[in-house]
């Protein structure tokens, strides 16, 4: 069995049309009461293609540790899900 994992952020960057959009989702309590902080650092452009990446995060650890070569070592373990509003 393997340790569970902290992952107190994560970070979905997007490229595409000259373009860099972020989105970020950090709760660094943890499993504590608070909810996430959600950042998103632009607008998509429609009929635009994104080439996307995600980075997972424990920063409870202090540097924070980055463990998304472990996250992708157990793919079968982690999902990943990215939903679009349009407006």
């Not at 595409?16 to 998103?40: F, Y």
């Amino acid at each position: 069995m393997n340790e569970e994992e902290v992952i107190t952020t994560v970070i979905a960057q997007f490229v595409g049309g000259g373009q860099t959009i972020t989105l970020t989702s950090r709760d660094t309590d943890g499993d504590g009461p608070n909810a996430p902080t959600i950042t998103v650092s632009g607008n998509f452009a429609t009929a635009t293609t994104y080439t996307g990446s995600v980075q997972f995060l424990n920063e409870l650890e202090n540097p924070a540790e980055d463990i998304s070569v472990e996250v992708a070592e157990e793919d079968l373990e982690h999902q990943v899900f990215i939903k679009f509003l349009t407006v």
